[in-house]
Structures are given as structure tokens and as C-alpha cells.
């Protein structure tokens, strides 16, 4: 009993920090699942497979801190970056969606592209890279930061995902003063 409420406690505190960072509080869809704490990230959840597709999706938050973590920009063009043409040519700005606005009085940058996956190097990409993928980002300016929410997974599940991200971002405000 003592070890399930030890276990009880761990998963509501986890619970209650992944989804605070930067001075930013968000929900997550009930969904998704939490996953453990990584590197660089304020949380890590997985995105269920659609129907026919073989893997997960998975959405990554990420804050570095006050004036941390590049400019929206370059973020963007990095994303962009991450992905290939069928043919294995790297894929052009124009190749990608984005749009700037105000969410719950924060400026919001979303981006929007798929093709091959190939990732963001060595320690954050793929192993081989992977066709018929997308991503969908989102980067909301905090006051104490910006905050990078980055779902990649198979084109189909990140579709899928869609509401599900879009509710996300939209829940993204200011966390209560203590």
C-alpha cells in the first residue's frame, strides 16, 4: 500500500510539473501520454498511432530559458530543415506553412511541414530517416521564455493529432503568481 501511494505521489507531481515551464502553464490532450523526464525538455508526451500506421507520434516541449533557444526564425528554418524531399532534396521555406498570433495574449508562431524526416542530427533525429512524416510546431514567446512545442510522428497520427495540438497551444497562458 505504501509503495502504490509512494508511486500515487510521483505521478501527480510529474503530472503537475510537465505541464508548467517558463512561466507558462498548458494542458495536454488526456491522450497523450506523459512520458519520463529527458534532456532539454520541460516534457515528453507520446501521441497514439492512427489507424494503419506503425508508430507513435511524439510531441516534445521544450524551454531553455529567458532569452535562450534561438530566434523564432531560426527555429523555424531549423524545423524546416529536418525535412527532405522524396527525391532527397532539402525542402525550401516555401515548402512549409507558418503563421504568427496571439494566444491568450502571447504571440504564437505555428509551422506546419512534412515529408522525410530526417531530424536534427545525431542525438535528435531519427536513425534512418523516415518518409511521410510531418511536423507541427508551435512556439508561444513567454515573458520568462520562449517555450517550442514540436510534434513529428507519421503524417497520418500528427493529422489526427491535430485538434488534439491545436487545443494545446490554445491552453498555453501565464502560470498563477505564487
Given at each position: 500500500m505504501r509503495r502504490l501511494l509512494a508511486v500515487?505521489?510521483?505521478t501527480v507531481a510529474m503530472g503537475a510539473s510537465a505541464e508548467e515551464a517558463g512561466g507558462l502553464t498548458w494542458s495536454a490532450p488526456a491522450e497523450w501520454?506523459?512520458?519520463?523526464?529527458?534532456?532539454?525538455?520541460?516534457?515528453?508526451?507520446?501521441?497514439p498511432a492512427?489507424?494503419?500506421?506503425?508508430?507513435?507520434?511524439?510531441?516534445?516541449?521544450f524551454?531553455?530559458?529567458?532569452?535562450?533557444?534561438?530566434?523564432v526564425d531560426a527555429n523555424v528554418?531549423?524545423?524546416?530543415?529536418?525535412?527532405?524531399?522524396?527525391?532527397?532534396?532539402?525542402l525550401e521555406d516555401k515548402d512549409a506553412k507558418t503563421k504568427q498570433e496571439k494566444v491568450n495574449g502571447l504571440p504564437v508562431t505555428t509551422v506546419e511541414v512534412k515529408g522525410t524526416y530526417a531530424g536534427g542530427g545525431p542525438m535528435m533525429g531519427p536513425a534512418a530517416p523516415k518518409?511521410?512524416?510531418?511536423?507541427?510546431?508551435?512556439?508561444?514567446?513567454?515573458?520568462?521564455?520562449?517555450?517550442?512545442?514540436?510534434?513529428?510522428?507519421?503524417?497520418?497520427?500528427?493529422?489526427g493529432a491535430e485538434k488534439g495540438f491545436r487545443k494545446m497551444v490554445e491552453s498555453v497562458k501565464p502560470a498563477a503568481k505564487k
Amino acid at each position: 500500500m505504501r509503495r502504490l501511494l509512494a508511486v500515487l505521489v510521483m505521478t501527480v507531481a510529474m503530472g503537475a510539473s510537465a505541464e508548467e515551464a517558463g512561466g507558462l502553464t498548458w494542458s495536454a490532450p488526456a491522450e497523450w501520454a506523459a512520458q519520463p523526464a529527458r534532456p532539454m525538455r520541460a516534457a515528453t508526451y507520446k501521441v497514439p498511432a492512427a489507424k494503419g500506421d506503425t508508430e507513435d507520434a511524439e510531441l516534445a516541449v521544450f524551454y531553455f530559458g529567458q532569452g535562450q533557444g534561438g530566434a523564432v526564425d531560426a527555429n523555424v528554418k531549423r524545423w524546416v530543415a529536418q525535412f527532405q524531399k522524396p527525391d532527397g532534396k532539402p525542402l525550401e521555406d516555401k515548402d512549409a506553412k507558418t503563421k504568427q498570433e496571439k494566444v491568450n495574449g502571447l504571440p504564437v508562431t505555428t509551422v506546419e511541414v512534412k515529408g522525410t524526416y530526417a531530424g536534427g542530427g545525431p542525438m535528435m533525429g531519427p536513425a534512418a530517416p523516415k518518409p511521410n512524416f510531418k511536423l507541427r510546431g508551435a512556439i508561444v514567446e513567454g515573458p520568462e521564455g520562449a517555450l517550442f512545442y514540436k510534434l513529428t510522428g507519421p503524417e497520418k497520427t500528427v493529422n489526427g493529432a491535430e485538434k488534439g495540438f491545436r487545443k494545446m497551444v490554445e491552453s498555453v497562458k501565464p502560470a498563477a503568481k505564487k
